[in-house]
């Protein structure tokens, strides 16, 4: 009893923020997840120059999610956002098959940066709305996701323009806190 009473107090005082990094290549959909996260609603978006920064609250978890530009010239600065992060979500576009590559590229690169490595990944295979996408299960093993064992990850598909897969994939970060 007591015990439960010090959790809840400890929850209300302690209302510290998990701090997100959402990445991902441009135009996969980073900025109209963190809008659907925050409003339920899809928004009129135009590429992310810099960043975009919300508080997302989910069932009493506060996270920062810091929303990043993806394109090419802006990715090298990805690096400034790191200190700090204990998630990753990275945003895959599930029809840009030709870019996987460079994807995964992004990927292992911020898995073997210091300041990443106590962070988990989720990564949302997007755009599932898209006909002849690529499933979760092929980007996946396209990104040899099972050869990672230093860092916790999970990947979900999702549509951004409806919410669909949305909600899985934060169910699965507020569960992994208090893991470590
Ligand atoms: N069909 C479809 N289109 C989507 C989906 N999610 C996002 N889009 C569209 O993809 C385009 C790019 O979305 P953004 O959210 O601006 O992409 P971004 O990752 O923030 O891009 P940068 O800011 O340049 O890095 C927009 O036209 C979105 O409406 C989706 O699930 N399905
Ligand atoms: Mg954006």
């Known amino acids: 009893m007591m015990g439960l009473i010090f959790a809840k107090l400890w929850s209300l005082f302690c209302n510290q923020e998990h701090k997100v990094i959402i990445v991902g290549l441009d135009n996969a959909g980073k900025t109209t997840i963190l809008y659907q996260f925050l409003m339920n609603e899809v928004v009129h978006t135009s590429p992310t120059i810099g960043?975009?920064?919300?508080?997302?609250?989910?069932?009493?978890?506060?996270?920062?999610?810091?929303?990043?530009?993806?394109?090419?010239?802006?990715?090298?600065?990805?690096n400034t956002y790191y200190s700090n992060t204990e998630f990753i979500i990275l945003v895959v576009d599930s029809i840009d098959r030709e870019r996987l590559a460079i994807t995964k590229e992004e990927?292992?690169?911020?898995?073997?940066?210091?300041?990443?490595?106590k962070a988990a990944v989720l990564i949302f295979a997007n755009k599932q709305d898209m006909k002849?996408?690529?499933?979760?299960?092929?980007?996946?093993?396209?990104?040899?996701?099972?050869?990672?064992?230093?860092?916790?990850?999970?990947?979900?598909?999702?549509?951004?323009?409806?919410?669909?897969g949305l909600c899985q994939g934060l169910e699965w970060m507020t569960s992994r806190i208090g893991v470590r």
């Open 51 to 78: 960043s975009n920064v919300e508080e997302i609250v989910v069932k009493n978890t506060h996270f920062l999610m810091w929303d990043i530009g993806g394109q090419e010239s802006l990715r090298s600065s990805w």
């Open 132 to 164: 002849g996408c690529m499933t979760a299960a092929e980007i996946s093993k396209y990104l040899t996701l099972s050869s990672i064992k230093d860092h916790p990850w999970h990947i979900q598909s999702c549509c951004a323009l409806t919410g669909e």
């Open 107 to 117: 990927l292992y690169r911020m898995l073997a940066h210091e300041d990443l490595r």
